[in-house]
């Protein structure tokens, strides 16, 4: 991680909301009070945002996939350049109820999007009356606004990143209830107990916000770079191992007879034996008729 304190400090990422506003449980990162606002610690902020991005790094390294919640107005463009960025799944227009909590159902309704949008590209929307591919469209725009950003998701996500914790409440609880990791940035009128990975600091000012999730972005793209190295270097394991395989099995058909060890017992002639032999050897044995006693 190359932002340090200073960074943070410049951004405006220690000013947090007025005093008569902040949450008793988040006095932990709070520096002081002054003139009626509260002041983040940005060395906590600092600590916290290290924590964060380690942990992020490693669940993508290790194939999984982050999805990033921004929906208010200061968050919307940077949070959907970063996961656009890395392709990564989002949510910035309005976060749909059950999204996680009602995975299947949700994914029934973006099945039924994919279908729409296959209709509209080969023609087949055209050949409906006007009235149905009107009411089509309409549902699709609705469809585009909730589901643009997690069509392409898969499944479940491994962690969650969240602008403004209070924003995204319904998100975070949601990601609670079904056990996904949920990193976040926490103002001074946030509960950061929501979050197993809070990170302190101004969730309201652009400048704050995008300093921050640039340095989740950058955390993103490290873990992807290291999954591409392990896939390589698992890659070439295979191979060699395969290598390895074909070169033994193949070693098998080229055994030197002369070197191969027989039993003491085992008489081997040194003339070879005629194919007639060889064919009498083949042949079975008559069984000899007992002899007929005369009366």
């Given at each position: ?128 009356p006007s009235k149905e591919a009107a009411a089509i469209k309409r549902e699709m725009t609705r469809m585009q606004r909730n589901f643009s950003g997690i069509v392409d998701m898969g499944g479940m996500p491994s962690a969650m990143f969240v602008v403004d914790v209070n924003h995204e409440k319904i998100a975070?609880?949601?990601a609670g209830r079904c056990g996904i990791p949920c990193v976040g940035i926490c103002d001074t009128n946030s509960d950061p107990g929501t979050l197993s990975h809070p990170i302190p600091g101004n969730d309201d000012a652009v400048k704050s916000i995008r300093i921050l999730v640039e340095t989740v972005l ?78």
């Open positions: 991680m190359n932002v340090t304190p200073k960074d943070l400090l410049d951004a405006g990422v220690h000013f947090g909301h007025q005093t008569k506003r902040w949450n008793p449980r988040s006095k932990g990162f709070v520096f002081d009070h002054r003139q009626g606002i509260s002041i983040i610690d940005l060395g906590k902020t600092h600590e916290a945002l290290q924590k964060a991005t380690a942990f992020i790094e490693d669940v993508v390294a290790g194939g999984g996939n982050v999805l990033f919640v921004g929906t208010k107005k200061q968050a919307k463009e940077i949070v959907r350049e970063a996961a656009t960025a890395t392709n990564m799944p989002f949510c910035v227009d309005r976060w749909l109820g059950g999204t996680l909590t009602n995975y299947e159902t949700v994914k029934k309704s973006i099945a039924k999007f994919k279908k729409y949008q296959a209709m509209e590209t080969n023609g087949e929307m055209d050949k409906l975070v609880a949601e950058a955390a993103v793209q490290a873990g992807l770079a290291q999954r591409d190295t392990r896939r390589a270097a698992r890659g070439a394991a295979d191979l060699k191992a395969v290598t390895a395989a074909a070169a033994a099995a193949a070693n098998i058909g080229e055994v030197d007879i002369s070197k191969v060890q027989l039993p003491d017992d085992v008489v081997v002639d040194e003339e070879a034996e005629t194919e007639e032999v060889v064919a009498a050897k083949k042949k079975p044995a008559r069984a000899k008729k007992a002899p007929v006693k005369a009366e």
